[in-house]
């Protein structure tokens, strides 16, 4: 079984600087790991996994993510935000020996303030 | 464009009232799934399915019933016997292997 930990449920940060986005993980079984934007009123949105390879990943609007397996974490982090990332943003976590069945954290609302 | 349509996007439930909620996906994706959304507590897994005719209890199943009896369809009905219904419900698919879910647009249930 896994269990993902968000640790802040919010961040507040001003427009333009940057932010990190907490992720720990358990896991008894090598992971795959996944996080996910969601917009108000809507599903959630793919923003970048890590499945193998470089334990650096990136997203297309200037996000990355770094899988830390001593540290079982897989933080999220951008240099610069702009009012438009204000979303929920939620880790997940996913043993590579399962059904592709998703374990969710609590997830973090982002607030970016001008 | 392929994706995942849920319906409706807003829905109200009476005392005692069984209730569906669509879920259809164009993506030809094997596995579906259904989740509920409530506030600080990211997403529970309620059903899922990875072929159709067969589907397996989540986390919170009690209280829901789905069906999958075609691959693009995956409707959840919320019955009576689930005492706290109101929720933002997500439905899923995937198609397999290492490949990352994909959402709908949600359905936000309530109680009359």
């Known amino acids: 079984a896994q269990s993902v930990t968000q640790l802040d449920s919010q961040v507040p940060v001003f427009e333009e600087a940057p932010v990190e986005l907490r992720c720990n993980y358990s896991s008894s079984v090598s992971v795959y790991l996944f996080w996910y934007v969601q917009y108000p009123n809507q599903g959630l949105q793919l923003l970048l996994k890590y499945l193998s390879g470089s334990t650096l990943v990136e997203s297309i609007n200037g996000f990355e993510a770094e899988f830390n397996k001593s540290q079982t974490s897989f933080h999220l982090r951008k240099p610069s935000v702009h009012i438009s990332d204000t979303a929920e943003y939620f880790c997940a976590v996913r043993g590579n020996n399962a059904g592709n069945m998703l374990t969710f954290g609590g997830g973090t609302r982002l607030m970016v303030k001008p | 464009d392929g994706g995942i349509t849920q319906s409706p996007k807003y829905l109200f439930r009476k005392e005692g009232q069984n209730v569906t909620l669509s879920c259809e996906q164009n993506?030809?994706?094997?596995?579906m799934y259904w989740y509920r959304q409530d506030p600080g507590q990211g997403l529970r897994l309620i059903y899922y399915s990875q072929i159709v005719n067969d589907f397996q209890k989540g986390d919170i199943a009690e209280g829901y019933s789905v069906s999958r009896e075609k691959k693009e369809s995956f409707p959840l009905t919320v019955t009576s016997a689930q005492k706290n219904p109101t929720a933002f419900y997500l439905c899923?698919?995937?198609?397999?292997?290492?490949?990352?879910?994909?959402f709908g647009d949600g359905t936000r249930l309530s109680i009359l």
């Open positions: 993506l030809n994706h094997d596995a």
């Open positions: 899923a698919s995937a198609e397999g292997g290492d490949q990352p879910q994909h």
